[in-house]
């Protein structure tokens, strides 16, 4: 499944900027202190990279986190 349509069935906004798409972390979402886009969707790795914590974060990662499972 592509990466934008995964973010979009779990109901996880996304904003195109320039040539790129980027959001908030699904993952360390709940942190207050965070920008409201602190993350980067890579279209070609079907990924999202978070700036906060300096990770890769691929469909599987997110789908845990979503469903509230521990990574």
């Known amino acids: ?33 965070l920008h409201k886009h602190n993350a980067q969707i890579n279209l070609n790795f079907n990924s999202i990279y978070c700036f906060s914590e300096g990770k890769v974060y691929f469909a599987s990662d997110i789908r845990s986190a979503v469903r509230g499972k521990v990574l």
């Open 1 to 33: 499944m592509k990466i934008l349509s995964f973010l979009e069935k779990n109901r996880i906004t996304f904003k195109k900027i320039g040539q790129n798409y980027v959001c908030r972390c699904p993952i360390c979402k709940g942190d207050n202190q």
